[in-house]
């Protein structure tokens, strides 16, 4: 089955600096990558995704790149905000969306005033 | 975007009884998902809940301790069985709306068993 691993397990950043996160998957039948965020005490929220036709993807301060044949794909949030730590699961799916997702181990992200 | 409502949102059990958890979304969707989150985890799936048929269990999960039933396109129920205090978690339940969009997540119940 997938494995996905995730790095680092906790991040602490000044407030608007960039921060960074990064995934490795192992099924190459894994075509659909979200990054979910959690703060504490609540449901996880769908932040970005993307899907492996597509090397990357951008919404705002928010970004993920995709490497296919190195399998891994990383989150870039910029100019962070204090409200943007919370704990970043990212995750692979083997369908296009829409299937059972196999989720990295988190990041916790601190930004500091 | 989908509205999931799932019940009880906490509980308190005693080790040997059963708990049951139910997820009620507004909407018809594709797929029900069930994962559990232990204190300071990720998220594991459990199982997906097939309508009107038995649910497909991950590794390490197996129906008589997870019983899953899913009647209709909106509504599932997982129960904990025989529980332990190894079973306190965070249980969650997903659903997807079609078949190339985003997973959502109910807010959880949150397990302690003592």
């Known amino acids: 089955g997938e494995n996905v691993e995730q790095h680092p397990s906790t991040l602490s950043v000044q407030e608007g600096d960039s921060a960074v996160i990064k995934c490795t998957y192992s099924?190459?039948?894994?075509?659909?990558f979200p990054w979910y965020k959690q703060e504490l005490g609540k449901r996880p929220q769908l932040i970005i995704d993307?899907?492996?036709?597509?090397g990357e993807k951008k919404d705002q301060r928010i970004a993920v790149t995709l490497n296919k044949t190195a399998k891994h794909f990383s989150l870039h949030i910029t100019e962070t905000q204090p409200e943007d730590s919370a704990v970043y699961f990212c995750?692979?799916?083997?369908?296009?969306?829409?299937?059972?997702?196999?989720f990295g181990t988190g990041t916790q992200l601190k930004v500091e005033l | 975007s989908a509205v999931i409502s799932q019940k009880p949102s906490r509980d308190i059990c005693q080790r040997g009884t059963s708990l049951t958890i139910q997820c009620q979304v507004d909407?018809?969707?594709?797929?029900m998902f069930w994962y559990r989150q232990q204190p300071g985890q990720s998220l594991t799936l459990i199982a997906t809940?097939?309508?009107?048929?038995?649910?497909?269990?991950e590794s390490g999960f197996v129906i008589d301790k997870f019983p899953i039933s899913r009647p209709n396109l909106t509504f599932s129920t997982l129960t904990v069985s025989n529980m332990s205090p190894e079973d306190s978690s965070i249980y969650l339940c997903?659903?997807?709306?079609?078949?190339?969009?985003?997973?959502?997540f109910g807010q959880g119940t949150r397990l302690t068993v003592v």
């Open positions: 099924d190459s039948a894994s075509n659909y």
């Open positions: 995750a692979a799916s083997p369908t296009g969306g829409g299937n059972k997702l196999t």
């Open positions: 993307i899907r492996s036709n597509v």
């Open positions: 997903s659903v997807v709306a079609g078949g190339n969009t985003e997973a959502f």
């Open positions: 909407s018809q969707v594709t797929m």
């Open positions: 809940a097939n309508q009107g048929s038995e649910a497909t269990y």
